[in-house]
């Protein structure tokens, strides 16, 4: 069964500074998606990738991934407030359903 | 609007009462999936379509879960009995299975409370 895990799994940051959210998965895939999530809010298509080594970038976030690691990141690049939220990766089967395994997900606070 | 919606946006219910969810895909996805969300977890997979065909339903869908969408476009989730365990957001996603990536994009919820 594949599991996903995330960490940390909370964030507290000050603006400006750089951090990392890391999420492994335990079974192969590749295909992995990044999503935020405000409160009360739905989920927000961030990043999709889609192969060994593939890197997106946009504005302050960059997200990689490591097929043979099983493991993807997001990197934050100077915080700024209104990156706060809940962001979740999410690996999808590579057959059939393409249905989504989430991550339990990660709450970043960028403090001002 | 060319996003998924949902309705109704919340519901309030009585416990062993019946509920209904519609989502709305957008227009052209010939997908549509149903997360289950509870606080501080990511969304689970419950169900999902391939144009009017259900084609999986995981171990979390009781038999007082049933999903339909006939004519492959909108879609319902009715709750038959509904249990206080029932109390949760139920998402709505739909995709275009053959586009690059496959990405699933989300209505807003309903949020389900049973009390």
């Known amino acids: 069964e594949l599991k996903v895990e995330q960490n940390p799994l909370f964030l507290s940051m000050q603006e400006g500074k750089n951090y990392t959210i890391y999420c492994n998965y335990s079974?192969?895939?590749?295909?992995l998606y990044w999503y935020r999530q405000d409160p009360g809010k739905s989920l927000e298509s961030l990043f999709v990738?889609?192969?060994?080594?593939a890197v997106k970038q946009e504005g302050r976030l960059m997200a990689s991934l490591d097929t043979k690691a099983r493991l993807s990141t997001l990197h934050i690049t100077a915080a700024v407030h209104d990156l706060s939220a809940t962001y979740f990766c999410?690996?999808?089967?590579?057959?059939?359903?393409?249905?989504?395994?989430f991550g339990t997900g990660t709450r970043l606070k960028v403090l001002a | 609007d060319t996003g998924v919606s949902q309705n109704p946006r919340h519901k309030i219910t009585k416990r062993g009462q019946n509920v209904t969810f519609r989502c709305d895909p957008i227009?052209?996805?010939?997908?549509l999936y149903w997360y289950r969300q509870t606080l501080g977890q990511g969304p689970e997979f419950l169900t999902y379509?391939?144009?009017?065909?259900?084609?999986?339903k995981s171990r979390l869908l009781s038999d007082r879960f049933s999903a339909e969408r006939p004519k492959g476009s909108f879609s319902t989730l009715e709750i038959q009995r509904t249990e206080q365990g029932d109390s949760a957001m139920y998402l709505c996603?739909?995709?275009?299975?053959?586009?690059?990536?496959?990405?699933?994009?989300f209505g807003a919820g309903t949020r389900l409370s049973v009390l």
């Open positions: 379509f391939q144009n009017e065909a259900q084609l999986e």
């Open positions: 999410a690996v999808a089967l590579s057959s059939g359903t393409y249905k989504y395994i």
């Open positions: 079974t192969t895939s590749d295909r």
């Open positions: 996603a739909s995709s275009f299975f053959g586009s690059q990536g496959n990405i699933q994009y």
């Open positions: 990738l889609l192969s060994n080594g």
């Open positions: 227009s052209e996805h010939n997908r």
